[in-house]
């Protein structure tokens, strides 16, 4: 893949969301939902940029919200089904839940027992999150099954004598992985909670499943979920972010200054802690185009952001030339947890945000400037 011409004149930072690679996971995604009838949505935490919800709103069954504010944005600009999980909701919201939520989850009984009168007086959907104790996967703060994770009812805590009213049950336990820890997190969650199921309209299988990834298993996704609806009666929903704009998306910066202190740095006008925060978070090293491993092409660089964060380093990267101030570097798979996340620590800017249509047009869809700094502060 080469740095596309169009990118030479846009403002960077700039998030690029193509339209194309977009659908291509779409697709996807719909032959699951169209192989086995279940509802997939899309997890708004992992990607907001609602400019693309018409067309998502094509392919999925709606979207799940974390919180009220996420909620109202897929109400006011999503079709389809609005749902919601929050680990506590606050009173002086719940009115506005209701009544732009179709279902609601709740974290814990005593949330159930709280708010389920006014919820099924108002005609919604409730469920409940259930917390299978399995974990799958070794990355701690994305782990909801950690022990003493304060993330659904453990079977020592259900109370089988409130379900009365309560429509489904919601686990999320992955985090971009593949089918097999879906298939050992449903014989979990089947052993613990399955006897309750029957009594079920839906399960909701939550998000963390990376269909889109070129070596994701997606025949046995879909053998798992008929498997389940079968031996339930139940209807299956899957709540993924990451798959959604999986790979879909870039981050573009200038090189603005090349320091040396026993190696090269490349200082960017995009930081690691501000536009792309899971590069630290995580931690993981986004691939860039047309760059190698260290010292697998000619000329290494670490590459650092403007902030005064001393860890505030992307990774070291080399290339087949050397960096020159005023080149541009497009970074890889940046529409997922980048734009949501991002921050103006340091009076940063907010990245440009720009979107490449079907017929490769690149448009800017919003750009941000001092008063969204400012109007954070006070
Ligand atoms: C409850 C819930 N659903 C869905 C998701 C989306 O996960 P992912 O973006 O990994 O698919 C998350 C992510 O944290 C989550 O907490």
Redesign the pocket.
């Known amino acids: 893949m080469e740095l596309k011409k169009e990118w030479q004149s846009l403002p960077t930072p700039c998030y690029v969301v193509e339209e194309n690679l977009l659908k291509k996971n779409l697709v996807v995604l719909k032959r699951v939902a169209d192989a086995t009838g279940c509802h997939i949505l899309l997890?708004q935490?992992?990607f907001s940029m609602f400019y693309f919800y018409p067309l998502i709103g094509q392919y999925l069954a709606g979207v799940?919200a974390?919180g009220l504010f996420e909620a109202r944005l897929g109400h006011e600009e999503m079709s389809g089904q609005n749902h919601i999980?929050s680990p506590a909701y606050k009173e002086e919201e719940f009115a506005e839940i209701l009544q732009i939520c179709d279902h609601i989850v709740y974290n814990s009984f005593s949330q159930w027992k709280k708010f389920r009168e006014q919820a099924l007086a108002a005609g919604r959907e409730c469920g409940l999150r259930i917390n299978p104790e399995c974990s799958t996967q070794e990355h701690g703060i994305?782990d909801?099954c950690a022990p003493g994770s304060r993330f659904g009812v453990t079977l020592e805590n259900f109370q089988p004598e409130e379900l009365a009213g309560l429509s489904g049950l919601?686990f999320?336990t992955?985090?971009?992985q593949n089918v097999d820890a879906l298939e050992e997190t449903l014989l979990a969650v089947e052993a613990k909670f399955g006897k309750w199921l029957h009594q079920m309209k839906w399960l909701n299988f939550?998000?963390?499943?990376h269909i889109t990834r070129a070596d994701y298993d997606v025949e046995r996704l879909i053998a798992c979920i008929r498997r389940i609806q079968a031996k339930y009666d139940v209807e299956v929903y899957l709540?993924?972010?990451?798959?959604v704009a999986l790979n879909a998306g870039f981050l573009v910066t200038t090189v603005l200054e090349i320091v040396e202190n026993g190696m090269k740095t490349a200082i960017l006008d995009t930081s690691a802690a501000c536009h792309m925060p899971d590069v630290l978070e995580m931690p993981y090293r986004p691939q860039i185009i047309g760059a190698g491993e260290p010292a697998e092409k000619p000329y290494t660089y670490r590459l650092g952001g403007p902030t005064c964060l001393a860890g505030d380093n992307i990774g070291d990267y080399s290339f087949d030339a050397p960096l020159a101030i005023g080149d541009r570097l497009g970074f890889c798979d940046m529409a997922?947890?980048s734009m949501v996340k991002n921050n103006t620590f340091n009076g940063m800017p907010l990245p440009t945000i720009a979107a490449v249509d079907s017929s490769g047009q690149t448009k800017i869809v919003r750009r941000f400037g001092y008063e969204d700094f400012k109007n954070r502060l006070s």
């Open positions: 997890a935490k992992a799940t974390s999980f994305y909801p919601h999320h992955l985090c971009e939550g998000g963390g499943h709540e993924p972010g990451e798959a997922i947890y």
